[in-house]
Nanobody, 123 residues
């Protein structure tokens, strides 16, 4: 079982950068694919980025390609999301999640979730 805790959210101006982290506790972190989801008010939760358990495969939602980077450090049991050129449309609660699938893109394939961290981008 894995427990996840996000940190690093906050308020940033449009065009700025922000990084959020997700620390995992429990065993076998390196065996989980990790995803970052976000949910804005009134909208469905969407997958923003995902990294496979091997680290070799990544996925990005079209609107964040070229701006966001997902990475993982298995020694630290932490996954990161580095966000550049932020836009007001990126404002949401960001959640990390863990999955035993290799490269899942659907929320229902993720088994464990963090509590979320708020990212607000002002115009």
């Amino acid at each position: 079982q894995v427990q996840l805790a996000e940190s690093g959210g906050g308020l940033v101006q449009a065009g700025g950068s922000l990084s959020v982290s997700c620390a995992a506790s429990g065993s076998s972190f390196s065996r989980y694919a990790m995803g970052w989801f976000r949910q804005a008010p009134g909208k469905e939760r969407e997958l923003v980025a995902r990294i496979s358990w091997s680290g070799y495969s990544t996925y990005y939602e079209d609107s964040v390609k070229g701006r966001f980077t997902i990475s993982r450090d298995d020694d630290k049991k932490t996954v990161y999301l580095h966000m550049n050129s932020l836009k007001p449309g990126d404002t949401a609660v960001y959640y990390c999640a863990a999955s035993t699938y290799y490269s899942p893109t659907k929320a229902e394939l993720y088994d464990y979730w963090g509590q979320g961290t708020q990212v607000t981008v002002s115009s």
